[in-house]
């Protein structure tokens, strides 16, 4: 089956700093997203990425879908302790079984004020 | 309601007891995904429902664990005889298409 390797597994920054985390994947997605999930809550869409190449702006929030369609990225400037929580990546392919989303393993994010 | 509900949001059970944990999803949404979430984990697929297609069982870890959906409505996970290791957040998902939403889980917690 589809299988996505998302990094880093976890990050530790100081309040300010930029982040980056990235998805990768054996096989083509037509669409990523990304999620947030607060201690105790489901996660929540962040960004929806449905063309490849496609950049997409979230306030502080910004996520590209490769070229290849095989990977994505997510970019947080000027991180607020409320960044806190973990990522998800999540892809989804074409029809059949692989339309079902695929999600990363996700990256724990902690944010020193 | 607007969003994916889910209950009960805890549950306490005696080990070897049966649970049903329940979904609602968003009215309308055709496909609809059970996860399981351990302490400090990410989401392991359990199993998926897309209309009126047979469900993607592929994800169900022991033939202890089942799903039922009853058309594009209500959904129930069912755990038997369970064990410790059953422990987790249990979180629904739906879709209409692409964007899956979540509800906001079901502690189980097996004593």
Known sequence: GQQLNQSPQSMFIQEGEDVSMNCTSSSIFNTWLWYKQDPGEGPVLLIALYKAGELTSNGRLTAQFGITRKDSFLNISASIPSDVGIYFCAGQGSGGSNYKLTFGKGTLLTVNP | ?111
């Not at chain 2, 059970?34 to 009126?52: A, D, K, S």
């Not at chain 2, 069982?57 to 410790?84: C, H, M, N, W, Y």
Request: proline residues 4%; charged residues 20%; aromatic residues 10%.
């Open chain 2, 1 to 111: 309601g607007a969003g994916v509900s889910q209950s009960p949001s805890n549950k306490v059970t005696e080990k070897g007891k049966d649970v049903e944990l329940r979904c609602d999803p968003i009215s309308g949404h055709t496909a609809l995904y059970w996860y399981r979430q351990r302490l400090g984990q990410g989401l392991e697929f359990l199993i998926y429902f897309q209309g009126n297609s047979a469900p993607d069982k592929s994800g169900l870890p022991s033939d202890r664990f089942s799903a039922e959906r009853t058309g594009e409505s209500v959904s129930t996970l069912t755990i038997q005889r369970t064990q410790q290791e059953d422990s987790a957040v249990y979180l629904c998902a739906s879709s209409l298409d692409t964007e899956a939403f979540f509800g906001q889980g079901t502690r189980l917690t097996v004593v």
